[in-house]
């Protein structure tokens, strides 16, 4: 299933690589670095003229390795600047129990990041708020949402690296 990056299994995910070349990757490293580049600019970092730059680019956006193109925002000018890793485990496992959790989680603006994990925790969210006491109000509004058996808040106290681009 080449050109279709989600869900493909192990033995497609190599698959997945070749089908990309190398103007490809430049192409999606240019963008994973700047979104807002236009073609003209594009094909200029990746040396290619604009009309196969744009093609390529169309492709890799209908093949699903451009999902979408986003602004990233300054948390600290928005005041946004708490980040808190929450550790739940819980004792249900049925589907019903996490469809109502993931639907109620997914639903919190505050939720930013959220994982179904191995090992001793089952779910870690990534939350931002602006301090302690609007933590403090999430928290109440995310144990209402399912029974939980532990909730362990840590929280960020320095961030050292940040990014979103994939190693490519």
């Known amino acids: 299933m080449p050109g279709r990056c989600r869900g493909a299994r192990l033995g497609e995910r190599s698959l997945v690589k070749h089908s990309l070349d190398p103007s490809d990757l430049r ?13 003209v600019e594009l094909a ?7 009309t196969p ?6 492709r890799l956006e209908e093949g699903g390795f451009i999902e979408r193109r986003v602004a990233l925002l300054s948390r600290d000018k928005l ?15 049925d ?7 993931a639907q109620g989680a997914s639903a919190m603006p505050e939720v930013v990041e959220f994982y179904r994990m191995s090992g001793e925790t089952d779910y870690l969210l990534k939350v931002v708020v602006s301090d302690i006491a609007a933590y ?16 362990s808040s840590s929280f960020a106290m320095e961030q050292i690296k940040f990014t979103t681009a994939l190693p490519i």
Do not use: M, N
């Open 44 to 50: 200029e970092r990746v040396g290619l003229s604009q």
């Open 79 to 93: 005041d946004l600047v708490l980040v808190v890793f929450v550790a739940i485990r819980t004792r249900h496992h």
């Open 136 to 151: 403090d109000r999430f928290y109440k509004r995310l144990i209402e949402i399912a029974p939980l058996v532990d909730v």
């Open 53 to 58: 730059c744009w093609k390529r680019v169309r």
């Open 95 to 101: 589907s019903e129990w996490l469809e109502r959790f």
């Open 27 to 39: 192409i999606l490293r240019e963008l994973q670095s700047d979104g807002s580049l236009t073609i």
